[in-house]
């Protein structure tokens, strides 16, 4: 009999095959598919883990390492395992059986995961760095390798390698990965996470080497906007380990040690902000070969552990790559000489050069995210960082270029210098390419309706979070800052999550806010921190700080992981229990830090105490719900009633008796409204002023970064629908339209960045790549489109699914690849009818919510709702029917309103 369900997708702590896990117990995950899409109301009755230490037991139905045995439940997220321990870089390899409800068994394809190399005091590598001369105030990046010699037929070889700075690793002239920017930013003091490779198929019988170059990253690079290096060391260091197993069981290890030597090379200079310096013609041959000659090479200097020591972790989060190509669209001479190439797309990356010339010429590329009025680049707004590459040809035909160790925010390209062959006025357009650079996060989501400037909006700001989600979240990827911000983070992160996946990205940042935590308890305002900017550990701003609970929180229902929450909960409750001493009242008063308020908010500013408050509130709320959820109950009551003393002050401080909060702005009323600040009664007055504060503003939005990601789902939720798609469609200032309408490819940082009558905003901060006002985005899926959570089931196990329709788009569609599998939703009216279509993945269930005053008139698949297979009504009142599903295809539909 053909199982109705089988297991696909296993992960192990989210990843795919992973070849370094540094946890004893790493969690396993997999979601389960119908074999026949037409079946509804499939679950998973139990499942049986079984893990092994070769593919062929585990393929003979052996598994010495660990079998689960038999056990009924639907769980399929993060099961601990529960085997023997895995030596360092051991490999584990399972597979699952699943069982539907009726007894038919189904096995997944197999997978792996591999145990980390342990970092010992014993191990034959220490950290080593070049002691050669620093040229253009930056350390020219160094060029480091050593030869070793193989004997014997090779089983398996592993380099297991990291730095101080940013690196790329190199075996007999062959790059190792395609990661860049290795490995990722974190605080260098605390925390270093290190990569792991299998290079077996790169290693020979004899002479070998191993190379690496290291540049400066962010570690001893410009970082932030006060033009400062060196923030966490001055000179980069490298670490690495290649270990090599013989077939005959033999073993050795090759680590950095004395015997490394280093050089300068083409790579004159190289920094994230400045950009990169390359002279072809120092270019050093096949320097990683087993044969090269490097008797004038300079010896490395051998340093003893960093101190602080930091802890050296496996790599969790996706690291970042070149995920896309862009050609092109056009070229321009706004002056003799200068060229300018348009990608048609604001990106983060770098340019591809493609040239011929003699040796000697000088072609440098500036990059910019627009233009002024004259053709030229705009380039005011990058403040310090010049964003500059130099390329010198070594002439002899065809030569391509791209730097390595920076990046930039640009859609177009300058070109200076360029050689023009006779008879051409312009280079090639094949000249410029762009190469996108993000943290490799995979798509979860789509979204597509009838509105083409709505379509665009998606686009924006999907462009505005992968350019931006670069090791961590930045706030932009142009000018010198390009900070972990952590507002941005937390007002954006639910959308974040709809549009890729962000579990490892995330769990990676999130200890890089708990590594930034003062010993106060209090949150800065970056993650992870910047060395000597932000030294006051007694204040955090409201908003900022509270990314550390909102974004743990968020994560942990998304992907239903219990675990963050319980690695980080003294943080979270350090964190309230700061706000708590230094706000006896309730009313968050003091040890505000920054104080930003709703920032970049248009002509409305928020009260900042109000706002803060607000925010103190929510994140009391929030901790209640963790301590519960994690079983303590205590600490559930105790910050349960820290939320009702701190809303109960929230009313008395700033509600007045005719209903208005004070300051009468937009995003004081979404606060209120979206925490749960108010009483009930006082709630419809409430969104009712807000509502009016829009249409006394002729249906235009007033919010900056952390009032906008949470207005139209005020709006929806509290019978205001229609106005928060007139905020969605509006193309006139201040509005998300007004910047496509002119352009735009990204998420501006402020709404009025440029405007037909003003021009360019202040250049001291005008990015037109910023993410925050792009967070409409979660609203487009949960409300729109209609695809949630229910949170009181974390990790999809029961979804809410609830579209809101508008005649104002005449279709919408969307889906999202849940940690539980794919969901997918889409309505269109069909003359005085609503058609929605719903695909609910198997081994879960639905609340699916239907704005209609009566159930009797919703159809499904032909027939009354009431008499549908697997469709249980639940509930009628005020205009709304409630139903639950199982698994399965749906298609509604009911009369529109």
């Keep these: 009999m053909t199982a109705k369900i089988v297991p696909v997708d296993l992960r192990c702590e989210y990843q795919v095959d992973p070849l370094a896990i540094d946890t004893p117990s790493p969690r396993l995950s997999w979601h389960v598919e119908a074999s026949n899409a037409q079946n509804r109301g499939l679950t998973q009755a139990a499942y049986r883990i079984r893990v092994a230490a070769s593919r062929d037991l585990l393929s003979s139905g052996g598994a010495d390492l660990w079998d689960s045995g038999p056990v009924p439940s639907r769980q399929t997220l993060h099961i601990p395992y529960e085997g023997k321990p895995l030596a360092p870089l051991a490999t584990a390899y399972w597979t699952v059986d699943v069982c539907d409800d009726e007894g038919t068994i189904s096995t997944a394809p197999i997978a792996s995961w591999r145990k980390s190399l342990t970092w010992t005091a014993d191990l034959p590598a220490a950290w080593i760095s070049s002691p050669l001369p620093r040229f253009r105030d930056t350390s020219a990046p160094a060029f480091l390798r050593r030869d070793f010699v193989v004997e014997g037929s090779i089983a398996r070889a592993t380099l297991t390698v990291t730095a101080l700075g940013v690196y790329e690793a190199y075996i007999n002239n062959q790059r190792i990965g395609n990661e860049e920017l290795a490995p990722g930013w974190t605080d260098y003091t605390k925390r270093i996470a290190f990569q792991t490779h299998d290079v077996t198929s790169l290693i020979t019988q004899g002479r070998n080497a191993l190379g690496a170059i ?10 932030g906007f006060e033009h400062r290096r060196n923030l966490y060391g001055n000179r980069p260091q490298l670490l690495a380990l290649l270990t090599i197993e013989y077939g005959d069981g033999r073993s050795f290890a090759i680590g950095t040690d004395d015997a490394w030597r280093t050089a300068c090379g083409p790579i004159q200079s190289a920094d994230l902000q400045m ?5 072809a013609r120092l270019e050093l041959g096949d320097w990683t070969g087993g044969n090269y000659d490097a008797a004038g090479w300079t010896p490395v200097s051998v340093h ?11 790599q969790v ?13 056009s070229v321009t001479q706004p002056s003799p000489g200068t060229f300018v190439f348009d990608l048609g797309q604001n990106i983060a990356g770098r340019a591809r050069l493609k040239v011929t010339g003699p040796a000697g010429t000088i072609v440098r590329l500036r990059h910019a995210e627009i233009l002024e009025p004259n053709g030229n680049v705009y380039l005011t707004n990058l403040r310090a960082a010049e964003a500059t590459d130099t390329y010198i040809l070594k002439g002899g035909g065809p030569e391509e270029y791209e730097p390595r160790f920076t990046f930039h925010g640009f859609r177009y390209v300058e070109v200076t210098g360029y050689p023009l062959a006779p008879g051409q006025e312009t280079p090639p357009l094949d000249s410029i390419s762009g190469s996108v650079l993000e943290s490799d996060t995979p798509v979860a989501g789509s979204f597509v309706c009838s509105h083409t400037m709505v379509n665009q909006l998606y686009k924006n700001l999907v462009w505005g979070q992968r350019d931006n989600f670069l090791s961590i979240p930045t706030d932009c990827p142009q000018r010198d800052e390009r900070l972990g911000w952590m507002g941005d983070a937390q007002i954006f992160v639910r959308t974040a999550s709809l549009n890729r996946d962000v579990s490892g990205f995330f769990t990676k940042w999130v200890q890089d806010v ?27 701003a409201p908003a900022w700080g509270d990314a550390g609970i909102i974004v743990p929180w968020t994560v942990a229902q998304v992907y239903g992981d219990q675990d963050l929450l319980t690695r980080h909960y003294d943080a979270m409750r350090k964190w309230v229990d700061y706000l708590t001493v230094n706000n006896p009242d309730g009313i968050w008063r003091h040890k505000r830090g920054n104080d930003y308020g709703d920032w970049l908010s248009i002509e409305a500013d928020t009260d900042k105490e109000l706002l803060a408050t607000a925010y103190y509130a929510y994140d009391a709320s929030l901790l209640a719900k963790i301590a519960l959820w994690l079983g303590d109950v205590n600490d559930a009551d105790r910050y349960e009633t820290l939320s009702e003393t701190i809303k109960a002050a929230f009313v008395r401080e700033y509600l007045a008796a005719d209903g208005t909060l004070r300051g009468d702005t937009q995003t004081a009323y979404v606060l209120a409204l979206r925490f749960d600040l108010l009483p009930e009664a006082d709630r419809p007055a409430a969104a009712k002023r807000l509502a009016d504060n829009i249409r006394s503003k002729n249906n235009h939005l007033s919010t900056g970064f952390v009032g906008v990601g949470y207005l139209c789902p005020v709006l929806s939720d509290f019978g205001y629908n229609d106005l928060a798609y007139a905020l969605l469609l509006n193309e006139t200032f ?10 735009a490819t990204t998420i501006w940082e402020r709404w009025d960045g440029w405007t037909e009558d003003k021009g360019f905003q202040t250049a001291e901060m005008n990015s037109f790549n910023h993410y925050s006002l792009g967070s409409v985005g979660e609203w487009l899926f949960r409300y729109v489109a209609g695809i949630d959570l229910d949170t009181a089931a974390p990790g999809f196990e029961r979804l809410l699914l609830h579209p809101r329709p508008d005649r104002r788009l005449s279709h919408v569609s969307a889906r999202y690849d849940s940690i539980r599998g794919p969901i997918s939703s889409s309505w269109r009216y069909d003359n005085d009818y609503v058609v929605w279509r719903v695909d609910i993945p198997a081994n879960t269930t639905a609340t699916i919510v239907i704005d209609t005053l009566n159930v009797a008139k919703i159809i499904e698949s032909g027939g009354p709702v009431a008499d549908a297979g697997g469709v249980a009504v639940v509930s009628v009142s005020e205009g709304r029917v409630t139903l639950r599903t199982g698994s399965g295809q749906y298609e509604f539909r009911w009369p529109a309103a």
Excluded: C
């Design 734 to 743: 201040p509005s998300w339209g007004y910047s496509v309408k002119h352009g």
């Design 514 to 540: 708990v590594d930034a935590q003062y010993p106060s308890g209090a949150f800065q305002d970056v993650s992870p921190t910047v060395r000597g900017w932000q030294n006051d550990n007694s204040t955090a």
């Design 275 to 279: 950009g990169e310096f390359y002279d």
């Design 317 to 329: 989060d996706p690291p970042v790559r070149v995920t896309e190509r862009i050609a092109a669209q």
């Design 214 to 223: 290291l540049g400066d990253g962010w570690y001893a690079g410009y970082v």
């Design 304 to 314: 003893d552990k960093p101190a602080p020591t930091p802890l050296l972790v496996a």
